[in-house]
């Protein structure tokens, strides 16, 4: 009876040695600061997780990249293990982004997690509780009501600038860029221009048509000489009634006024010598004549 008394409490002893507690998974978390923090600002929370060799941590449990909610962007996960007597050693370094900017000082919380670990006899969670963080406003919601930091701000002045070189340099390149074009313009236009108006019927139709027709006669005379002076330019030589075949051939633009060309010197022969005096109508076809002599020239180019 008492040996077998003593072989039981024997065998509880050695029952209760192989029930005791495996050991716990020891975490270490660091925090950024609680207070002063502002939009843009990077936090960084350190774990240190000291997990028995009879654990493994579940990566798929570590929180992954992105946005959180309005506040938080999470940036960066890094994770690293290193061997320890017992177990492992791993550190967990995250990286939260501050997105929100409160117009007056808060508190917002960095977000909790539950990580998981696989193992034996059974598996494994282990909660992050969250962290405070203490948001400061960028600037106070109403300024102070000193020089230059009221609601309203006066409108600073524009600086002046001095234009005076970028201004002479445009006008010079202004200048450069005429040169060549008033060049053109004088030899398609202005030169041809000139020509046409300096032609000789040119300058008698505009003495003519200057005249009027009850004028005095010694400048209807005059005009008739012009007319002469014309027709002698244009055939380079003294044209008289007896070189018009000629001069009709040598410029067939003309060939047209044959005839008129002849009136034209029998009427020059009758008032120069004759000693007629030129009427009315003697006055409405010398012009009409001139007209005549004006197309023509205009047509020979």
Known sequence: MCACLGVLMWSGIGTAGAEEDPAPI???????????????????RTIVLDVPDRLRLDE????????????FE?????????????????????DYQVFRAPREPSVLDLPSFTLHFA?????????IDFAPVGMTPLAPVEAPLRAGLGNLRPDAPPPRVDTRPE?????????????????????????????????PFA??????????????????LEAWRALHVALDATA??????????????????????????????ERSE???FGGQIPIEADRLWLREFCQRCFDAERGAG
């Open 270 to 272: 009758r008032f120069f």
């Open 74 to 94: 999470l940036r960066r996960v890094e994770r690293s293990w290193l061997p320890t007597l017992t177990g492992r050693r791993y550190t967990l370094v995250l």
């Open 26 to 44: 020891v975490a270490q978390v660091s925090d950024p600061r609680a207070f002063g923090h502002l939009v843009g600002d990077m936090l960084t």
């Open 236 to 265: 380079n030589r003294v044209l008289h009634a007896g070189a018009v075949d000629r001069f009709v051939a040598e410029r067939p633009a003309y060939a047209a006024l044959r005839g008129d060309l002849a009136l034209f010197f």
């Open 203 to 220: 300058r008698a139709r505009r003495r003519m048509q200057e005249l009027p027709v009850t004028g005095p006669t010694g400048e209807w």
């Open 119 to 127: 193992g034996t006899p059974r598996a494994e969670e282990l909660r």
């Open 167 to 199: 201004r002479l340099r445009l006008g010079l390149y202004a200048l450069l860029a005429l040169l060549p074009l008033g060049h053109l313009a004088m030899v398609y236009l202005g030169w041809p221009w000139w020509q046409r108006r300096h032609r």
């Open 60 to 71: 798929a449990s570590l929180p992954s990249t992105g946005r959180i909610g309005q506040s």
